[in-house]
């Protein structure tokens, strides 16, 4: 059973950075999909990032050139390092991992929360203007 647990999450000034962390248990982050998708108040969840098997990255429009998703396979960790944070990407942030064991994935499937069967509990970012 994977276990996922995200961390780095709190309170930061508009410009600010910050690094999320998603711990996994139980199976590599290195043979599937991770991703990391957010939740804003009163909005749906949406695609952040992604970095396949094969070490594609993928990124949402608004996050692109500020966020970065990386994988440390020795700590069976994923990172997303926030650059230039905005009001906007005030959310709780959630990471999670699909059972595709492919090495690469098309973006419609990086992108589609349906595609992730593990999901962690999610880490709260708020970004004061």
């Known amino acids: 059973q994977v276990q996922l647990v995200e961390s780095g999450g709190g309170l930061v000034q508009a410009g600010g950075s910050l690094r999320l962390s998603c711990a996994a248990s139980?199976?590599?982050?290195?043979?599937?999909?991770m991703g990391w998708f957010r939740q804003a108040p009163g909005k749906e969840r949406e695609f952040v990032a992604a970095?396949?098997?094969?070490?594609?990255?993928y990124y949402a429009d608004s996050v692109k050139d500020r966020f970065t998703i990386s994988r440390d396979n020795a700590k069976n960790t994923v990172s997303l390092q926030m650059n230039s944070l905005k009001p906007d990407d005030t959310a709780v942030y959630y990471c999670?991992?699909?059972?595709?064991?492919?090495?690469?994935?098309?973006?419609?499937?990086?992108?589609?929360?349906?595609?992730?069967?593990?999901w962690g509990q999610g880490t709260q970012v708020t970004v004061s203007s």
């Open positions: 139980g199976r590599t982050v290195s043979d599937a999909v």
């Open positions: 970095i396949t098997r094969g070490g594609e990255l």
């Open positions: 999670a991992k699909s059972p595709r064991t492919a090495f690469f994935a098309p973006r419609h499937y990086v992108t589609n929360q349906n595609s992730y069967g593990t």
